[in-house]
C-alpha cells in the first residue's frame, strides 16, 4: 500500500492565523489554485490513487474534490468521507487568533504560554481522545484498501500529527 497524506488546501482564516479547528469554512481562491497545482504535479508524477478518504469538512472534502477531478478511473476514485479525519477539536478557542485568544482568555493563555506540561482547554479534545480517534481512523482504513491500494488521504494539518503518530 502506498498512502500520500495531505493536508487541505488555504481556507477561509488561515491567512489570519484563525485557530479553525472543527469549524467548517470554505476554502479560499487561493486554496482552490493550491489544490489545483497539487492535482497537476502528482499526475505529473503519475500518481494516481485507487482510494481517496477525506475530512468531511468542507475544506479538506473541497481539496479531496479537485484532486480527484480528472483521475484515470473517476469511477474508483471518488472521495470517501471518515467522520474520525475531522480537525480537532479547539474548544473555546475555535476560531479566534491566539491575540483574540489572548485578550477574551488572559489567565488560560498566560498559563498555557508559560508551562510545558499539557493543560486542558475547556471544551476541546484531549490528546488521548485525539490519538484514539486518529487509530480508529486508520483502522477503519485499513478494513477497506488492499496492500495493491493507492490512497490519497486528505485531512488537517493538527490531526495529521497525530494520524503519523500512529
Same mark, same amino acid.
Given at each position: !500500500?502506498?498512502?500520500? =497524506?495531505?493536508?487541505?488546501?488555504? *481556507?477561509?482564516?488561515?491567512? &489570519?492565523? %484563525? !485557530?479553525?479547528?472543527?469549524?467548517?469554512?470554505?476554502?479560499?481562491?487561493?486554496?482552490?489554485?493550491?489544490?489545483?497545482? =497539487? %492535482?497537476?504535479?502528482?499526475?505529473?508524477?503519475?500518481? /494516481?490513487? #485507487?482510494?481517496?478518504?477525506?475530512?468531511?469538512?468542507? %475544506?479538506?472534502?473541497?481539496?479531496?474534490?479537485?484532486?480527484?477531478?480528472?483521475?484515470?478511473?473517476? &469511477?474508483? +476514485?471518488?472521495?470517501? /468521507?471518515? *467522520?474520525?479525519?475531522?480537525?480537532?477539536?479547539?474548544?473555546?478557542? +475555535?476560531?479566534?487568533?491566539?491575540? &483574540?485568544?489572548?485578550? +477574551?482568555?488572559?489567565?488560560?493563555?498566560?498559563?498555557? &504560554?508559560?508551562?510545558?506540561?499539557?493543560?486542558?482547554?475547556?471544551? *476541546?479534545? #484531549?490528546?488521548?481522545?485525539?490519538?484514539? %480517534?486518529?487509530?480508529?481512523?486508520?483502522?477503519?482504513?485499513?478494513? !477497506?484498501? +488492499?496492500?495493491?491500494?493507492?490512497?490519497?488521504?486528505?485531512?488537517?494539518?493538527? @490531526?495529521?500529527?497525530? @494520524?503519523?503518530?500512529?
Amino acid at each position: !500500500m502506498e498512502l500520500i =497524506l495531505i493536508r487541505h488546501g488555504e *481556507a477561509v482564516g488561515n491567512r &489570519e492565523n %484563525r !485557530m479553525l479547528g472543527c469549524s467548517d469554512p470554505p476554502l479560499t481562491d487561493e486554496g482552490i489554485h493550491q489544490s489545483q497545482a =497539487l %492535482r497537476a504535479y502528482l499526475q505529473q508524477r503519475n500518481q /494516481t490513487p #485507487t482510494q481517496i478518504f477525506s475530512s468531511p469538512l468542507q %475544506r479538506a472534502w473541497q481539496t479531496a474534490e479537485i484532486l480527484a477531478d480528472n483521475q484515470p478511473n473517476p &469511477e474508483n +476514485t471518488g472521495v470517501q /468521507t471518515l *467522520a474520525n479525519l475531522t480537525e480537532i477539536d479547539l474548544g473555546i478557542f +475555535t476560531g479566534l487568533t491566539w491575540a &483574540e485568544a489572548t485578550a +477574551t482568555y488572559p489567565d488560560l493563555t498566560r498559563s498555557l &504560554e508559560s508551562h510545558l506540561d499539557w493543560q486542558p482547554i475547556p471544551k *476541546a479534545e #484531549t490528546p488521548v481522545a485525539i490519538y484514539q %480517534r486518529a487509530h480508529q481512523a486508520w483502522s477503519q482504513i485499513l478494513g !477497506m484498501i +488492499t496492500n495493491s491500494d493507492r490512497v490519497w488521504l486528505v485531512s488537517h494539518g493538527g @490531526f495529521l500529527q497525530y @494520524f503519523l503518530s500512529v
